[in-house]
C-alpha cells in the first residue's frame, strides 16, 4: 500500500500555484548554486532549480565532519537518480573556535562558512546566485543561520513562495522524488547540547549511536549528545517498542560502550530542535 501525505494546510491547487511561482522566479535567474544536504527541502529545490535552469543549476553538498556518511550516501543516491548537476566541497567550520564553542549562534558560523565556500565557488565558475531551502515553517524556530544567509544575500525561493513543508513534501510526491516522506535530518553538531564543544571525536559516537537505532529498525530519532549522558529521542509513533524492556537493555549494549556513562530515552520522543527548548526559558543576557 503506497504512502501518501495528509494535505491539510496543503491542498494540490494550493501548492501546485506556489510551485509555478518558484520555477518562474528561479528560470529569470540567470544561474544558480544551490545549498544541497540531502533534506526533503534542499532535494526539492536543487530538483525545481534543475527543472528551471538544467545545467546552470549546480547542487553543492558540503562536507565535514558533521556531516553523516548516511547523509552523504543519501545525498548522492538522490543525485544519481534525479540526473542533478552536483558536487561536494569541503568545508572547514571546525577550524573557527566559535563554531567549536557551540554557543546559540553556531549555526550561524556553520551557514557563514558553507555561504563563503559557495561564493567562491560561483566567483570561480561564473554562477550568478545562490539558494537555500529554508521553508516558511523553518522560520517559526530559532535558525541564526538564516541570518547568514540574508548577509550573504543567498536566495530563499522555498520562503519567498511560501511554501511550507507540508508543500515540500506533497510537491516532492507528485515530482516522484525519493525525499518526499524522508525523515528530518540536520547536522550531526545540532545534536550536541548548548555550551559542550562541538568536536570529530563527539560526532562520531553521535553518528555511530544513530546508525545503531537505524540498524534496529528505527526511522525518526535523534541522539542528544550532554557528554557523559544519551539523550535518546525516538518518534511517538515508535515509542512503543522503544519503551519495551528488551529494547532498553539493547540500548544500553549499544551506547554504553561509545563511552556513555547513562542511556535515558526522553519521554516526550522527539521533536525537532529540542535543544532550542532551553534557550527560549534561558535566553542569553
Not at 560561483?122 to 517559526?140: M, V
Not at 524492556?245 to 521533536?271: C, H, I, N, Q, S
Request: with cysteine; proline share 5%; net charge neutral.
Amino acid at each position: 500500500m503506497s504512502k501518501t501525505i495528509p494535505t491539510i494546510g496543503a491542498s494540490v491547487e494550493q501548492a501546485l500555484e506556489k510551485q509555478q511561482h518558484l520555477l518562474i522566479d528561479l528560470a529569470h535567474l540567470d544561474s544558480v548554486l544551490v545549498a544541497f544536504s540531502g533534506g526533503a527541502d534542499s532535494a526539492y529545490l536543487a530538483w525545481a532549480a534543475h527543472s528551471a535552469l538544467g545545467t546552470r543549476a549546480l547542487a553543492v553538498t558540503a562536507v565535514s565532519p558533521s556531516f553523516s556518511a548516511h547523509d552523504r550516501e543519501q545525498a548522492a543516491a538522490f543525485v544519481r537518480q534525479i540526473g542533478l548537476r552536483h558536487e561536494f566541497v569541503d568545508t572547514r567550520e571546525f577550524e573557527n573556535p566559535l563554531y567549536v564553542a557551540n554557543q546559540a549562534d553556531r549555526c550561524y558560523h556553520c551557514k557563514d562558512e558553507l555561504f563563503t565556500r559557495m561564493e567562491g565557488l560561483a566567483g570561480e565558475r561564473g554562477f550568478s546566485a545562490l539558494a537555500y531551502g529554508i521553508n516558511a515553517d523553518d522560520t517559526r524556530d530559532f535558525r541564526p543561520g538564516h541570518r547568514a544567509a540574508a548577509e550573504h544575500r543567498v536566495l530563499a525561493p522555498l520562503l519567498d513562495a511560501g511554501m511550507t513543508k507540508a508543500d515540500v513534501r506533497l510537491l516532492s510526491q507528485r515530482a516522484g522524488l525519493p525525499t518526499w516522506d524522508r525523515p528530518a535530518s540536520a547536522c550531526l553538531s545540532s545534536r550536541v547540547a548548548y555550551g559542550m564543544p562541538v568536536t570529530p571525536e563527539t560526532l562520531s559516537r553521535i553518528e555511530r549511536g544513530e546508525e545503531a537505532l537505524r540498524r534496529l529498525g528505527f526511522r525518526q530519532f535523534r541522539v542528544r549528545d550532554h557528554g557523559r549522558l544519551a539523550r535518546i529521542e525516538i518518534a511517538p509513533e515508535e515509542m512503543e517498542r522503544a519503551l519495551a524492556p528488551e529494547m532498553a537493555r539493547r540500548f544500553v549494549e549499544l551506547f554504553k560502550p561509545l563511552g556513555y556513562d547513562f542511556v535515558t530515552l526522553d519521554l516526550e520522543g522527539y521533536r525537532q530542535g529540542s535543544l532550542n527548548s532551553a534557550l527560549r526559558k534561558h535566553p542569553a543576557g
